[in-house]
């Protein structure tokens, strides 16, 4: 724990009940001595057998060293849930003794008949008591009657809707959009308020004349601008793809690729790196580490992050666009860009994260595109699943994507691959790896870093503008 300052040390009042829930302590820095005291006591001579020997004492103090981490308890003890089955009259009966494993047991302890005993993992999100400042009743005009509740207003958002205004479209759908929504025009014409801006709108005017079909992040890694004033351009210039094989994808408004079939080389291909032990490397063992992972999840014996200042219009409109504020140490044409391997896969490098979101004009590699235009001048049906494509085109590209990896990570570690055989190349299927089990990403083993902001998963970005 004190290596890690990121993390609060655990007292367990039921050392040996792994059902105990711990108090944490909070990490400060302080600027202290430890002192070793010794006391020292001595017998006095006893000259009047009436009077009482008063010993002699002496203390002897000796600085150890300078102590500069402390750990305070100061937070609540949380929720305690014993192993405990109440009877039918009420009696309570533990069930240690059933549910713990103390030692090597017959077949008999596995096949009894117990109570469901489910422990909840977490109880309290927070340990120290908080305000919640409720809001007093609204007092409304008179005459004013409450509406009727509906399942559609019985629960309602979780949050304020983002005012982005973007046109969302599922592959079902008719008719795709033309232009925009009067509020993401004004909402646009808000924030654009200097040169800069204009000129970011010009320059992703003419991305969208060259390719139809884009994806954020290749739009990120082509021009300099703010992400937040991104989400704000994108809606007005292009409509967002939700299903069908150009989901995640941002499409210039009046451009329907389910009617161009030319448009099957801006599909987007869902790929993510594969591993697993048959392959001699595990999940720890790649070179690639993974954005997040649900065993990070901590909470609550993790300090809490800074929260992320919150950008409005009036920051937008005072240096938070491409120009951005003094002083950086990037110049104002590239400061937000990303690389290009954050869209681009080539042979020979290994994609920034283990899940990408690849548009297929965007594998550069001539196997791959052979792949891709096998059928070329004979498409006759959009499909939801393969687009324009032959069926069981994106498991075809998966494999070979994923065979020239392993390629990749074989001569990076040639000690990870010395039990495998070369027979087993062609005909490895490598099971599917969603970044479960990793290092924390802190632990770089490469060289390579994706740049930063970077955000590769499509539910990250629907949530952005709804």
């Given amino acids: 724990i004190y290596a890690d300052p990121g993390k609060r040390l655990e007292l367990y009042f039921r050392p040996k009940d792994p059902y105990c829930h711990p108090v944490c302590a909070n990490r400060f820095p302080t600027s202290t001595m430890l002192l070793r005291v010794r006391r020292r006591s001595k017998k006095k001579q006893q000259l009047d057998p009436e009077e009482p020997i008063q010993p002699e004492v002496q203390f002897e103090m000796e600085i150890l060293g300078i102590v500069t981490t402390v ?30 494993m103390l030692k090597p047991e017959k077949e008999e302890f596995f096949n009894r008949d117990l109570p469901l005993y489910i422990p909840p993992p977490i109880f309290s ?27 559609e207003n019985l629960i309602g958002l979780s949050r304020a809707r983002r005012p982005h205004n973007a046109i969302f479209v599922n592959f079902d759908d008719e008719e795709v959009p033309t232009k925009p929504l009067d509020a993401a025009v004004q909402n646009w014409k808000k ?28 739009v990120k890694a082509n021009i300099s601008v703010h992400p937040d004033k991104l989400k704000v351009l994108l809606p007005y210039l292009a409509y967002y793809m939700l299903t069908g094989p150009w989901r995640s994808l941002w499409v210039r408004f009046g451009y329907d690729p389910r009617k161009h079939p030319e448009a099957k080389i801006y599909q987007v291909l869902d790929f993510r790196i594969r591993c697993g032990m048959k392959y001699g490397y595990a999940a720890t063992d790649m070179p690639v580490k993974a954005k997040r992972s649900t065993y990070n999840y901590s909470l609550p014996i993790t300090v809490k992050k800074q929260g992320s200042h919150t950008v409005s ?18 110049p104002p044409s590239s400061r937000y860009k990303l690389k290009e391997s954050i869209y681009i896969f080539r042979e020979g490098a290994l994609p920034p994260y283990r899940q990408m ?28 699943r393969d687009g324009w494509c032959l069926a069981k085109t994106s498991d075809d590209l998966r494999d ?19 039990n495998t055989t070369s027979s087993e190349d062609g005909k490895e299927q490598l099971a599917y790896e969603s970044g479960e089990d990793e290092d924390d990403e802190e632990e770089e083993e490469e060289d390579f870093k994706a740049s930063d902001g970077s955000e590769n998963e499509m539910e990250t970005e629907i949530l952005d503008y709804v």
């Avoid at 750990?71 to 713990?100: C, E, I, R």
């Fill in 313 to 330: 219009v009036h920051d937008l409109k005072q240096g938070l666009g491409s120009a951005g504020t003094s002083g950086a140490k990037k």
């Fill in 71 to 100: 750990y305070k308890f100061q937070g609540m003890s949380d929720f305690q849930y014993l192993a405990m089955h109440s009877g039918p009259d009420g009696k309570q009966t533990s069930m240690y003794d059933k549910v713990l």
């Fill in 357 to 384: 979101f690849y548009q297929l004009c965007d594998l550069n590699v001539e196997s791959l595109q052979k792949i891709i235009h096998r059928n070329d001048g004979t498409e006759s049906e959009c499909t939801e």
């Fill in 400 to 418: 070979s994507m994923s065979l020239m990896i392993k390629q990749i990570i074989r001569s990076t570690r040639p000690a990870l691959f010395s």
């Fill in 191 to 218: 924030v654009c308020t200097n040169p800069v801006d204009k000129k970011v709108e010009e320059e992703l005017r003419k991305l969208f004349e060259v390719r139809p079909v884009w994806s954020r992040n290749a």
């Fill in 125 to 151: 999100r927070l340990d120290t008591p908080v305000d919640y400042f409720y809001r007093p009743d609204i007092q409304h005009r008179e005459g004013y009657n409450n509406p009727q509740v509906s399942g």
